[in-house]
């Protein structure tokens, strides 16, 4: 299996702040990647997909880069609405994978 | 736009099978593949397996012996079956779609099952 491993588990940040999460893969995944947030009690939300496509409806605010084996996320300028938790997946080889999470808290 | 809805006990015993239905309304079952995807109680997300429409499945082999998705076409349903379950696992099980490219796009709000006598 194809280990994800994200960094860090837990980041504190205010509003207004650049974030950035890194993604990384046990094995070159090419850009078969994908982000997703996920607040309490609710379903993850895609953000981002092959590595860099911002999918229809998600602030552009968030945006996604890498490929191979190390991939990030970065939001911008964090507003209150983005305090949540963020998954990498990775689903370049089965079976399909995902990092354990990084929870953005104020 | 297409939505996802899970359906099934909330409670099962341990050894005993655990069964979801993920029911997709606004748009048809019979393209793209449709997943379950677990999240135990604090923890993180598993991919459980994929269906497409012609039948064709693929499962992770952490669970491949336990696990059967199936899909009923005409009532644009698909279900999952856990065999011998145990505590472990116990989570909220998401079904959801996904789109190829654009991964897992669309995804239901997620039912929690526990594994207790």
């Known amino acids: 299996d194809i280990q994800m491993t994200q960094s860090p588990s837990t980041l504190s940040a205010s509003v207004g702040d650049r974030v950035t999460i890194t993604c990384r893969a046990s094995?070159?995944?090419?850009?078969?990647l994908a982000w997703y947030e996920q607040k309490p009690g609710k379903a993850p939300k895609l953000l981002i997909y092959?590595?860099?496509s911002l999918e229809s409806g998600v602030p552009s605010r968030f945006s996604g880069s890498g490929s191979g084996t190390e991939f990030t996320l970065t939001i911008s300028s964090l507003q209150p609405d983005d305090f949540a938790t963020y998954y990498c997946?990775?689903?370049?080889?089965?079976?399909?994978?995902f990092g354990q999470g990084t929870k953005v808290e104020i | 736009q297409v939505q996802l809805q899970e359906s099934g006990p909330g409670l099962v015993k341990p050894s005993e099978t655990l069964s979801l239905t993920c029911t997709v309304s606004?748009?048809?079952?019979?393209?793209?593949?449709w997943s379950w995807i677990r999240q135990p109680p604090g923890k993180g997300l598993e991919w459980i397996g994929y269906?497409?429409?012609?039948?064709?499945?693929n499962y992770n082999p952490s669970l491949k012996s336990r696990v059967t998705i199936s899909i009923d076409t005409s009532k644009n349903q698909f279900s999952l079956e856990l065999s011998s379950v145990t505590a472990a696992d116990t989570a909220v099980f998401y079904c959801?779609?996904?789109?190829?490219?654009?991964?897992?796009?669309?995804w239901g709000q997620g039912t929690m099952v526990t594994v207790s006598s």
């Open positions: 959801a779609r996904y789109k190829g490219l654009n991964a897992f796009d669309i």
């Open positions: 092959k590595a860099s």
């Open positions: 606004g748009g048809s079952i019979s393209t793209y593949y």
């Open positions: 269906i497409y429409y012609s039948g064709s499945t």
């Open positions: 094995q070159s995944i090419s850009s078969w």
């Open positions: 997946q990775q689903y370049n080889s089965y079976p399909w994978t």
